[in-house]
């Protein structure tokens, strides 16, 4: 892969150019009313610096002063909603539409949202087999979110071009961000050794096997020596008492290697986030309810709008509490999108919006407290 | 196919003048392709077939070699070691069948439970059926039962060959077989209003959410994938009914 930028820009989504020109523009203008001169001095200053450091002219974008001026100043730390859709798994609307309606599902799901989330996180695998048509679709349909769009690669986006066309519509894949005082990094975990050259495999087929959950000829995913370090880099300064969430397609940690439900640097990525007090991880790639907690790191997996995955057998983690068996004559069971509420101490409330069941609320109390507090309903139908 | 090297591949020193065409046992039609649509390689294994002679080609200074196929054959040198003809047998029989090492493969990608270990019954003598059991016999089951289940494998994996019209196959939903559950048939099945069995729910999930045509009972596709998921719950009770 690519290495992670400096300064990635920051994803805004899949607006147009147009759109995203405006609407920084305008953020711009609000944000520099609330400006004495001499912090505009100071945020000019971080903002040249910032393009020169880059190496970058572009005198039609505001990205630099707005994230010169997102930099948190008091540790203030607001309670926020975000909604996540993920795992789509999409191919083109005239192979498959099944995908595709349930992507719209979710789509109408968040917009009903009512107060609006404050944004729309996609967990990754938007494509099925990485082609520039299916990433165009999810693009288009993604577009019809009413509030802002953050994105994150999964394994089926990229393994055809190698990321080429989803950088093309969604920009770097590892980048960071701050939102109302909490600091949120978003990795690209599925980095796989090459397992394609020797073997003379074609991008079809690296592909295809790598899209294979079960196929073994792929590698182990991993978040790789170079995003560590940019990891490293991107929480330099900042205090142990910043709220931090971390974005990872893969669970970063170690449950089943046969399905990549695993990243094999996890060890070494949850030492770089060791330091800090209250650190919540939301992946993709299981979809199912997934809940663990390993030290001061609380991991909460996301639902796939296209099928549910059944639990690995073995290795699960104890805080989990699993959802019924799908109902295998109800295609969209086990399926579903979700939100999760963000507090002040930087933990969630992470809620499973299971289409035709009623929803789960994995509360941050039952993670702090290990389980002992506020237990989801345990389910009706286990697991075979 | 694997049992052939174990059980009868045999080479032939060439050192006869008159016939000049002479047969190799030493290739079969199992390996050459999974069952599909056809049967085949599933259960039968290749047959020495009867030598057979070309009266056409009558060359002194060469002969030519026929494997079993019948189809497959080289022309070589009189006097050529055996060991030297069976080399160029394979090699062209491997050439004419390029997908003959689909079942490393699909072993490689997708892990399959290992077929029971019958190897403490050699040397036994269990009468008519299988006489002295010999380390062949033993390796012969289990390479052959494993096939079959091999075979589902990839059929389980290969949304084309299950027909779906949607790019849909059955491990998206099952990686390796997970919550098929073939011990819990028959049951009666709720959702249909009767009993089913476990090729009623592979054919039902085959017509709606593959969104293919259902199997016949006895197509090798089925059958292949009936071995397939029931090896992959080895180990599990038998609980027939249970929901």
Redesign the interface.
């Known amino acids: 892969m690519d290495g992670p930028k400096k300064n990635p820009p920051r994803v805004k989504g899949v607006k147009s150019v147009e759109t995203k020109h405006m609407e920084e523009r305008d953020e711009l203008y609000r944000g520099l009313k609330d400006l004495d001169r001499r912090s505009f001095l100071k945020v000019s200053a971080a903002a040249f610096g910032a393009v020169a450091g880059a190496g970058i002219f572009s005198p039609h974008s505001f990205q630099p002063v707005k994230v010169a001026h997102a930099q948190p100043v008091t540790g203030k730390v607001e309670q926020f909603r975000f909604a996540y859709i993920s795992d789509s798994h999409l191919?083109e609307r005239s192979?498959?539409?099944?995908f595709i309606n349930a992507l719209m599902r979710a789509v109408d799901d968040v917009n009903n949202m009512n107060p609006q989330p404050d944004f729309v996180f996609y967990g990754g695998d938007l494509a099925?087999l990485g082609q520039a048509k299916e990433l165009e679709v999810g693009a288009q349909i993604l577009k019809n979110l009413k509030a802002p769009v953050k994105m994150m690669v999964g394994e089926h986006d990229w393994y055809l071009d190698m990321g080429d066309k989803w950088r093309e519509l969604f920009g770097q894949p590892t980048y960071s961000f701050d939102h109302k005082g909490v600091h949120c990094v978003v990795l690209n975990s599925v980095v796989e050794k090459d397992f394609w050259t020797a073997r003379k495999l074609t991008p079809q087929q690296r592909m295809q096997?790598v899209a294979?959950?079960?196929?073994?000829?792929q590698s182990p995913f991993s978040v790789g020596a170079e995003q560590r370090k940019w990891l490293e880099n991107d929480l330099k300064g900042k205090p142990a008492n910043t709220p931090l969430i971390v974005f990872s397609h893969s669970p970063l940690y170690k449950l089943y290697k046969?399905?990549n439900f695993w990243t094999d640097d996890a060890d070494e990525v949850q030492a770089i986030l060791k330091r800090f007090n209250n650190v919540v991880v939301f992946h993709g790639h299981t979809h199912q309810m997934l809940t663990n907690r390993i030290g001061n790191i609380h991991f909460h997996g996301f639902l796939s709008t296209a099928?549910?995955?059944?639990y690995a057998?073995e290795g699960l983690p104890e805080l989990t509490v699993q959802m019924s068996?799908p109902?295998?004559?109800n295609?969209n069971d086990g399926c579903g999108d979700g939100s999760a509420l963000v507090h002040p101490d930087g933990l969630a409330d992470k809620i499973y919006n299971l289409w035709n069941r009623n929803p789960v609320t994995v509360s941050k109390n039952y993670t702090a407290s290990r389980g002992t507090k506020d237990k989801p309903s345990v389910p009706v139908?286990k697991?075979? | 196919m694997i049992h052939r090297a174990i059980v009868r591949r045999s080479a032939l020193v060439i050192g006869i003048g008159a016939a000049s065409v002479i047969a190799a046992c030493g290739g079969g039609q199992g390996a050459e392709r999974p069952p599909s649509s056809a049967q085949s390689g599933a259960g039968t294994p290749a047959s020495g077939e009867a030598p057979s002679v070309s009266p056409s080609a009558i060359t002194p200074s060469t002969v030519d070699v026929l494997l079993c196929d019948g189809k497959t054959k080289v022309n070589v040198p009189q006097g050529t070691p055996g060991t030297a003809i069976a080399g160029q047998l394979m090699a062209e029989w491997m050439r004419k069948n390029p997908n003959s090492g689909w079942e490393a493969e699909e072993r490689?990608?997708?892990?399959l439970q290992p077929a029971a270990d019958n190897s403490a019954l050699v040397g036994q003598v269990e009468g008519q059926t299988y006489g002295r059991i010999t380390p062949q016999d033993v390796a012969l089951w289990k390479t052959e039962t494993e096939r079959v289940a091999t075979a589902g494998s990839r059929v389980f994996?290969d949304a084309g060959e299950l027909g779906s019209t949607?790019?849909?196959s059955c491990?998206?939903?099952?990686?390796?077989a997970?919550?098929t559950?073939p011990e819990?048939y028959p049951k009666f099945q709720a959702?249909l209003g009767r009993v089913a069995l476990l090729r009623d729910?592979i054919n039902?999930?085959i017509e709606?959410?593959v969104?293919g045509k259902a199997l016949a009972s006895d197509d090798p596709r089925m059958r292949a994938m009936e071995a397939y998921i029931l090896a992959q719950r080895k180990g599990k009770t038998l609980e027939y009914g249970k929901?």
């Open positions: 191919y192979l498959n539409d099944r099925q096997t294979g959950l079960d196929n073994g000829v046969n399905w099928w549910p995955w059944p057998p068996r109902d295998p004559f295609p139908r697991s075979y | 490689e990608r997708h892990t994996h949607i790019g849909v491990d998206m939903c099952h990686p390796h997970a919550n559950h819990t959702q729910m039902w999930c709606h959410p969104r929901h």
